[in-house]
Each structure stands twice: as structure tokens, then as C-alpha cells.
T-cell receptor, first 114, second 115 residues
Framework: EPEVTQTPSHQVTQMGQEVILRCVPI?????FYWYRQILGQKVEFLVS????????KSEIFDDQFSVERPDGSNFTLKIRSTKLEDSAMYFC????????????FGPGTRLLVL | AQKVTQAQTEISVVEKEDVTLDCVYE???????LFWYKQPPSGELVFLIR??????QNEISGRYSWNFQKSTSSFNFTITASQVVDSAVYFC????????????FGGGTRLMVKP
């Protein structure tokens, strides 16, 4: 069964460093998302992406964040200058269509900023 | 604005007990979708069910059942004859047409099933 994959599974970085989290969505899906989950808290929406552009973003998704689909399969989240509070699990998700469709999540990347 | 409330932060049951996880939502949309996801200790988010706002029929899938009541804005999840493998955090989520593609999650309920 097709699934969303994410790399790396864990990443440790120093405050101020740039990180890139990678995702491969399900191949026939058109909508891609990033969510984050700070340890022990709820899952929070960051951004949605469709047709090579951001369709929605939350207040969390400030200028330090960016997303890209550099080729036909990968979908990346870049954090330019990491802060301690960026430490979280980052989930990528994809769906066939937009609003209301089931979003299938990857296994997540646990980011720790020291 | 959309909101999902899962008032039960933690539930502990003994194996074979039935357990119901509550979910209450708020939305101004007339068309919306409700979801349940399971997050086992390994951390991934596993999709369980999707319902749209026009379909209030209850659904049963094996030991899982869902009760959707628009009148009380609730979408509750019952596990019958719970098993240790059901131990996880369960999230209820909402997607409304007005809010676009984003899922709004509740705070989650941690279910612990003891042998």
C-alpha cells in the first residue's frame, strides 16, 4: 500500500542552523502538508501546498520556514535559522484532493534543537 | 474558527473493557469532515475514519465504532473489548470547507489498556 515517507527520522541541530526535512508524498496525491507536534501536545497545521505554491499557512509558518517541491517526488520543509522552540515532531501528509479529503501522514521527523 | 475538544486527556482501562473517547467540535461550516487518527507509542499518525457532515449514520469496523451526532456537535469513538495493542493517543480532527485544507486537531486522548 502506498505510503508517505520522511527523512531523516531524527535530526539534532544547533540553534541558528538551517535544517531541511524531506518527504515523499503518495505518488498520485496532489496536496501536500506539513504539521508539527511539540512533545506531548496537539498536532498543529503549518502549511499546505498545491500546484507548486502555498495554498494556506498558519501563524506558526513565519519567514523562517519555507517549502519546496524540488522535483516530481520530494516535498521539503526548510527552517532557516532554528530556535529551541522549533524542537518538535514534524509530520508530512498528502491527500488526493483538497479540503475534506483524507490526509495520510508520514512517520515524522523528530527535530531536536540544542 | 474551527475548534476540536477532547476533554478526556487520559483514560485507563483493563483489557476487554469497552471504552468511549469523546470529541466535540465547533465550526461555522455547513459542510465539514471529521476524522479520527491513532498515534501509537512509535509516533506515527494512523488514519482510522473520515465522516462528512451529511452522513450521520454510525459506523462500525470490527471492534471500533463511531457515533456522529450533529445535534450535539459530537463524534465519539468506542472501542469494544479493548486490547493492550489499542494503547495509544487518539486524535479527533476537523476539516471545514471555509477553513480550506487544514486539519484542526483536538488535544488527543491517551488510552492505556492494562492486561
Amino acid at each position: 500500500e502506498p505510503e508517505v515517507t520522511q527523512t531523516p527520522s531524527h535530526q539534532v541541530t544547533q540553534m541558528g542552523q538551517e535544517v531541511i526535512l524531506r518527504c515523499v508524498p503518495i505518488s498520485n496525491h496532489l496536496y501536500f502538508y506539513w504539521y508539527r507536534q511539540i512533545l506531548g501536545q496537539k498536532v498543529e497545521f503549518l502549511v499546505s501546498f498545491y500546484n507548486n505554491e502555498i495554498s494556506e499557512k498558519s501563524e506558526i509558518f513565519d519567514d523562517q520556514f519555507s517549502v519546496e517541491r524540488p522535483d516530481g517526488s520530494n516535498f521539503t520543509l526548510k527552517i532557516r535559522s532554528t530556535k529551541l522552540e522549533d524542537s518538535a515532531m514534524y509530520f508530512c501528509a498528502s491527500s488526493e484532493q483538497g479540503a475534506g479529503e483524507t490526509q495520510y501522514f508520514g512517520p515524522g521527523t523528530r527535530l531536536l534543537v540544542l | 474558527a474551527q475548534k476540536v475538544t477532547q476533554a478526556q486527556t487520559e483514560i485507563s482501562v483493563v483489557e476487554k473493557e469497552d471504552v468511549t473517547l469523546d470529541c466535540v467540535y465547533e465550526t461555522r461550516d455547513t459542510t465539514y469532515y471529521l476524522f479520527w487518527y491513532k498515534q501509537p507509542p512509535s509516533g506515527e499518525l494512523v488514519f482510522l475514519i473520515r465522516r462528512n457532515s451529511f452522513d450521520e449514520q454510525n459506523e462500525i469496523s470490527g471492534r471500533y465504532s463511531w457515533n456522529f451526532q450533529k445535534s450535539t456537535s459530537s463524534f465519539n469513538f468506542t472501542i469494544t473489548a479493548s486490547q493492550v495493542v489499542d494503547s495509544a493517543v487518539y486524535f479527533c480532527a476537523l476539516s471545514g470547507m471555509e477553513a480550506g485544507n487544514m486539519l484542526t486537531f483536538g488535544g488527543g486522548t491517551r488510552l492505556m489498556v492494562k492486561p
